[in-house]
T-cell receptor, first 115, second 113 residues
Framework: EPEVTQTPSHQVTQMGQEVILRCVPI?????FYWYRQILGQKVEFLVS????????KSEIFDDQFSVERPDGSNFTLKIRSTKLEDSAMYFC?????????????FGPGTRLTVL | AQSVSQHNHHVILSEAASLELGCNYSYGGTVNLFWYVQYPGQHLQLLLK??????LVKGIKGFEAEFIKSKFSFNLRKPSVQWSDTAEYFCAVNVGGANNLFFGTGTRLTVIP
């Protein structure tokens, strides 16, 4: 069964450093998402992406964040200058079509630890 | 702002006990409702979803949920849990046809053999 994959599974970085989290969505999916979950808190939506542009983003997704689909398979989340409060589990998801009628398939997550 | 509340943070049950996990949401417009499950070390997986029609929806692994519009609730139920149901359960809401999901804080279920 096709699945969303994410690398790395755990990323440790120093405050102020840039990190890139990578995701490979399911191959025939067209819509891509990033969510995050700070330890002990809710899973929060960050951004959705379609046709090489952001379709929706939350208040969390400020200028420090960016997303890119650099090739036909990868979908990346970049945090330009990490802060301690960016420590969280970051989940990538993809769906075949737009809108809530279509199930979002989630990856296993990348745990980001900012020291 | 929209919010999703899951009142039970950790539920411990013996095998064969019945399960009900609460989920309430705050948005009054058109909503689509989901329950996701995350087994230890695994991905978030969709258990079931409600878009319209019969408010009692059945999902995988014997789970069901009932949408009660007047109570803004979408509680998850299973008549008889198994040890393999030990996992974290997340209620999620989609509002007005947007793509993003609003999640609750999750309920950890531990089933004792």
């Amino acid at each position: 069964e096709p699945e969303v994959t994410q690398t790395p599974s755990h990323q440790v970085t120093q405050m102020g450093q840039e990190v890139i989290l990578r995701c490979v969505p399911i191959s025939n999916h067209l819509y891509f998402y990033w969510y995050r979950q700070i330890l002990g808190q809710k899973v929060e939506f960050l951004v959705s992406f379609y046709n090489n542009e952001i379709s929706e983003k939350s208040e969390i997704f400020d200028d420090q964040f960016s997303v890119e689909r650099p090739d036909g398979s990868n979908f990346t989340l970049k945090i330009r200058s990490t802060k301690l409060e960016d420590s969280a589990m970051y989940f990538c998801a993809s769906s075949a079509l737009a809108g809530s009628y279509n199930e979002q398939f989630f990856g296993p997550g990348t745990r980001l630890t900012v020291l | 702002a929209q919010s999703v509340s899951q009142h039970n943070h950790h539920v411990i049950l013996s095998e064969a006990a019945s399960l009900e996990l609460g989920c309430n949401y705050s948005y009054g417009g058109t909503v689509n409702l989901f329950w996701y499950v995350q087994y230890p070390g695994q991905h978030l997986q969709l258990l079931l979803k409600y878009f319209s029609g019969d408010p009692l929806v059945k999902g995988i692994k014997g789970f069901e949920a009932e949408f009660i519009k007047s109570k803004f609730s979408f509680n998850l139920r299973k008549p008889s849990v198994q040890w393999s149901d030990t996992a974290e359960y997340f209620c999620a809401v989609n509002v007005g046809g947007a793509n993003n999901l609003f999640f609750g804080t999750g309920t950890r279920l531990t089933v004792i053999p």
